[in-house]
């Protein structure tokens, strides 16, 4: 470590705050002879070991940054929202492992980020109302927010961040708008996740794929949900491209006898695809009347899967997340942790999410033009927009600009098959750029 490093070690050795137990070993890698001293005995250790607590003991958790309290200039920091269920979960331990790992590669890196720290400001859990009733604070020293919260939360983060200027990074977001009105995007928010309208290109680029455009293929779409019916004409119009000609039925899903109508009309033409883009409910009630009349059309369904459609054996889904702790390729992260920092990571998804969202700040943050004097917060937003190449397990992400969401995503194409998810297709999706407001 060079002299300047060891300063900046010293200035903000509330880093170590974070948690104690990672802390001590972070401690100890720094002063090995020290902690390995023998001459005295025991006491010496214990006494060595009260002074690393002393230390671990200069910051406060929760609410504070996982770095130590600094009154220096050189200090940027990120407010964090908890992962659902707080800091001490699974996510949320594997969250705060690796933002200290980015917080202690930059500060052993001597010049740290354009000459400034990173300092990762832990808020405390919130729900929905928790979210409505929290004031978010920022000063010149506050570069950015980190959500990691429920997706529930985040339009309420979204509209408290506003304010501030600061972009807000969403570690997940499919279900987030970042347009409105007109299909105007929000200039200062970020999200891992594509927009749920990738379903439609995923099932028409799997249709490619796996049907001839002489087979059976019809959509189901809702008259009266504007983002349904929106999805399944995306997904109309994908296939048209690729000179396939699925049957359109516009359904009203609350009348029942709506289903058994559709069934006489497409059991006469023999075995085929359903894609349906209706809700939970009316795609089970769809499985089910094909279930009573026996009749031989698979059923896809353009929403995301759970656990209440383990019974709807047959039944295919297109997802972005749910494979991810399995293909996702995390753990080579996980390993390096532990290998590197004694760094535990108890949910490896969580985990390279924090590690795709810090690298895509930083790199934002290094890529600011000029002496940085003061933080070009506008400059940021452009940078954080137009990234590339953000490592995320086994994918490598590019940003769109027009969506400041990854240009591409791994989709996983998924059959319920003996009350489990089996994996079909792994296909790598774009999330259509006029379509996701």
Known sequence: ??????????????????FSITGLFSITRFFPRFFSATRGGAEIKVLALGAALVFLAAGSFPGKALGAQQDTNWVWQVLVAAPPGG?????????????????MEIDESGSGIRGHDLRFVCLP???????AA?????????????SFAAPEVDPILIEKTAPLGLPLLLA???EVPLHRGGGRLLPFVFALDLFRDYRSAAFAAYAVKTLK??????????????????EAKLFQSLLLDADFMPMPYWVDASVTDTFALLVEEVESSGQGVLVAFMGNMASKEMWRTFMRTLTPWRLWHCGRPDESFLSFHGMVFADQNLF????????????????????????SVAAGRADALAQWLIQGLNALPGPLESLDRPALLDRLGRAERIPFGNQVLDVNPELHRPRRRQVYILEIRDRGYLLLKTLSTQGPAYFSY
């Open 1 to 18: 470590m060079s002299m300047q490093g060891y300063a900046r070690f010293f200035g903000g050795i509330r880093f170590f705050s974070f």
């Open 87 to 103: 800091w001490e979960t699974d996510a949320g331990r594997s969250v705060r492992s690796v933002l200290s790992w980015h917080e």
């Open 125 to 131: 859990p919130m729900d929905e109302a928790a979210a």
């Open 134 to 146: 929290t004031a978010l604070s920022a000063d010149k020293r506050t570069v950015a927010v980190m």
């Open 172 to 174: 997940g977001g499919e």
């Open 213 to 230: 455009p002489e087979d059976r293929l019809a959509l189901m779409g809702s008259r009266f949900t504007v983002d349904q019916e929106r």
């Open 324 to 347: 991810l702790e399995k293909h996702g390729g995390f753990q080579e992260l996980k390993r390096h942790l532990w290998n590197t920092r004694t760094l535990q990571v108890p949910d």
